[in-house]
């Protein structure tokens, strides 16, 4: 089967206005109020009906362009488009990054749109709902906001970084990952828990914060957040040289990366539930 793969840059056109859309959708819905729809792995992890509004819109757009790709979202799953083989192309959505944010009205949560090209995250794009901040990544072309190149933090000592992450929702997982935290905050500048795994991507991609770390991500939370990270120069993996992925995501400056790694392994930052 011969094929031509579509540029990331034409993949990112798409993604951005898309996303764009999505995101108005969002900030309109919460403007009229949200609520509770449904409910996931525990009963605070939330759905709201703007939640699975917004990725049926960002499915029918991308359907209405690019009808022969895959779809993978984090409310209605895979399969949302059947041709993923046939073109080569995989879209990874999360209408809402950052549900229980987006319920409280704390504008800090975001639409998360990526594109893959057999299996390697070419292009994407994360959304602030509230405030319309916009970052973008295209594998090889550099990571950017509001047209500026972004470069992760210069920082080379652990002890004066300061550290994203985040908390899962079951109970016992949290137990373990607050016991990580009360390891690890003595070696660090400080802890930020910001709630919502792409935006924390993004802010360490312009050293807004030092490096990121977090159990539990999926793969709508990681593909575009990572992507503009890993274009932004930090170091996206997991422990012991493995993937970033759902045991364990490391986002860090080269000079952080082995220090931060290394107490996180210590401290099984992996492990538990």
């Known amino acids: ?36 729809a449904a409910t996931k792995s525990t009963v605070t992890d939330v759905v709201t009906a703007a939640d699975r509004a917004v990725e049926r819109q960002v499915l029918d757009a991308l359907h209405r362009v690019r009808p022969d790709d895959a779809v993978l979202g984090e409310e209605y799953g895979a399969g949302a488009a059947d041709g993923g083989a046939a073109s080569g192309v995989r879209w990874i959505i999360d209408p809402i990054d950052g549900t229980v944010n987006y319920l409280y009205g704390v504008p800090y949560c975001a639409v998360s749109l990526a594109a893959e090209v057999d299996g390697e995250v070419v292009a994407g794009v994360v959304r602030n709902v509230f405030t319309g901040e916009e970052w973008t990544a295209t594998a090889g072309g550099g990571a950017w906001r509001d047209g500026r190149r972004l470069s992760c933090s210069t920082e080379v000592d652990l002890g004066q970084a300061l550290v994203a992450t985040g908390f899962g929702y079951d109970p016992a997982r949290r137990s373990h990952q607050a016991r990580v935290i009360a390891e690890l905050i003595p ?66 400056p080269p000079a952080l990366f082995a220090p931060l790694h290394d107490r996180l392994a210590d401290l099984d930052a992996s492990g538990g539930p």
Do not use: F, N
């Open 1 to 36: 089967m011969t094929r031509s793969a579509p540029a990331p840059a034409e993949l990112l056109t798409i993604a951005i206005e898309v996303a764009r859309q999505a995101a108005a959708t969002a900030h309109r819905m919460r403007a009229e109020g949200v609520s509770v």
């Open 187 to 252: 070696h660090v500048r400080d802890i930020r828990r910001l709630g919502a795994a792409a935006l924390d991507l993004c802010l360490a991609a312009e050293g807004r914060v030092d490096a990121y770390y977090e159990k539990g991500l999926a793969a709508w939370d990681l593909a575009a957040g990572g992507l503009v990270a890993a274009e932004a120069g930090l170091r996206v993996a997991g422990l012991g040289g493995l993937p970033a992925g759902p045991d364990l995501v490391i986002a860090a």
